[in-house]
């Protein structure tokens, strides 16, 4: 190899390989994008004395990290929206409502989102009178961080014909006052009234969006993404573009919505179909939901419900519907990924994965559970074999949720410990744009269990920082099917993180052979 080592980088840093055969090293080879070798410093400048030298010895350098769970071009739109969290009163969130609507031309859309119920501190569902005060003119339409609530005004409600005689969709509600009329909240599918209202994002805006969102993931240390369906179809198409065009900073495995899966033999799609010669985008899992979200009381729950008597959510994709349609995703090698939130959600739908299982372990992929959230202790041992792929930054911000109006389920809520002695593989992501896909605050919600209130939510299923990160490193790519990636090995794609210390600061590196070094 010394004579071929022209062309070839020499990584020198202190090496996390998630290879049990091999968990630590002290140096990297690499080229044409991929691992030749690992070992030490002297076993690699022997095999490769004229390699270029990449010093990074005072720093960690880890497989690089994935998103398991991101909505990554609604997070690039969402990125030039009005950004509301943080928001802690009614009144801060209306003045930068004020605020964005004095930049706009008349009529101008306001879009925006990012705010909690809780952290408002509202115990109701709030007025569209309330948005009208500040915004008469411009219709309006902001989304709770879970995104299954939008609070819109009256001008928003006006442009999409929504009024006392619309009835609630299937899967959604309108919420409404003592008289009938639209309150300004809507639930779950009805959101979808509002939205078909909205102008349609151009072309080179929907690129402009995909770029941005993979950009910012790129930046904070990720070298991968697995991008849920919660968008239309010219959301997949753009990060398809830009792979194309030798412009994706990230591998992405996508999915589509299973009203779309009659397209997917149409299109050939299944494990590693990619749109690209490059392999970076590629389709790998039909999305469904079987409930909303904690947050918009949507979450599907067991008796006793909602603490506040809010009642007991809303059930969504019926479990006979996920079945059928995951039977034949399955079927065409596409892995069903459905979002379960609530504790009878996930009981229902481990009910329907039971019958799945066989059919899966025939084709090799593994079902996945999305979210997870809250559950019965009973249930947790029915993980076994499934991926669970969670986030754990929603922990910071649901901590003081879970014991208000769950209490019941505090101690099963997030049980990322318990699912793995169950067996479960750990798929970590943030769910961006409902949260930043922020590194640190990960780590740090998987490990100290601290919510936002400053109380540990079960500190009992506490992980430890190499847990956390083969949970954003080898349980995705095993989720997706990527036997080269999420490790370090002879083979594996070289997309690596380094590290100042582990959870701390990070940056990707990416040393692909077609594009150069990539991102460092």
Known sequence: MSDLSCGLTLILARVLTMNEAQPQAGAVLVGAGRVLAVGSREELLALAPRAELLDHRGLLLTPGLTDAHIHLVGYGFSLAELNLHGAASVA?????????????????????????????????????????AVSPQHPALLYSRDLHLAWVNTAALERAGIHAGTPDPEGGRIVRRADGSPSGVLLENATDLLTRALPVPSEAQTLAAARRGADDLAHRGYVSAHTMAFEGPEAPRALATLAARGELPLRVWACLPHERLHLARELGLGPGHSATGGGLFEFGGVKFFTDGALGSRTAWLHAPGFADGSGTGIALDAPELIGELGTQALDLGLVPVTHAIGDRANTELLSVYDELRGRAAQRGLRLRVEHAQHLRPADIARFAGLVASVQPIHLQADGAMIRRLLPHLEGSSYPFAALKRAGALLA?????????????????????????????????????????????????????????????????????????????????????GARGRGLE
């Open 92 to 132: 801060e969130l209306t003045r930068r409502l004020a605020e964005r609507t004095a930049t706009l031309t008349a009529g101008e859309w306001v879009r925006g989102g990012g705010f909690l119920l809780a952290e408002l501190g509202l115990q109701d569902y709030p007025d569209a009178r309330l948005l009208d």
């Open 428 to 512: 970590f992501g943030s769910d961006a744009p409902v949260a930043l896909p922020d590194v640190q605050a990960s780590f740090s919600a998987a490990v100290s269990r601290l919510a936002d209130d400053g109380l540990p939510l079960a500190p009992a299923e506490a992980l430890t920082p190499e847990e956390v990160l083969h949970a954003f490193t080898r349980g995705p790519a095993l989720a997706a099917g990527w036997h080269d990636e999420g490790w370090i090995v002879p083979g594996a794609r070289a997309a690596f993180t380094l590290w100042d210390e582990l959870g701390g600061q990070c940056r990707a590196l990416v040393l692909d």
